[in-house]
């Protein structure tokens, strides 16, 4: 099914607005409408080079159906989304002989998210490469024991 099928029939379906994908920067470099670097792609996702990247070879996957984050990620058809994901990653740190890579996503403003169609980054990383990691906060007696309760709960 051609991807302009696949927005429409998604669109009645999950009613992302006709305006989000038309203006949406990753729907259009999947149509062909703006260029990328393309590194991979499959019938359901597409791999191409971040534009501006953390460390070079910096790699974003998107599904080719527009979505915006993981939580209203499409089911995969056909594509074991996780070997995808190797394969890109393993083909990165090969290319740019990284020490090791991140596997990141960021869903919603508050987390770092500014395209809003869903993208996991790999990102190829270097021993010293200067790069910080998050900071770590500590839980008070209980805390993480009610915080386990409310997720199970939850699920
Ligand atoms: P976010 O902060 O939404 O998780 O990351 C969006 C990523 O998309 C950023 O790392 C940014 O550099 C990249 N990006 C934004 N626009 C373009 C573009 O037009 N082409 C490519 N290749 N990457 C882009
Ligand atoms: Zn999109």
Redesign the pocket.
Known sequence: MSLEKDCVQQKSESKISEHAIKDC?FCK?IRGE?P??KIYEDKEFLA?????PINKGHA?IIPKIHCKNLLDFPKSEETDLVEFIKKVAAAVVKATNADGFNLGM?NGGAA????QHA?F?IIPRFDNDGLISWPHKEYSEGEMQEMQKKIVGLL
């Open positions: 920067i470099i703006i990328c670097s191409f080079l971040d534009i501006k974003l960021n770092g998210q500014i395209v993208h980054h």
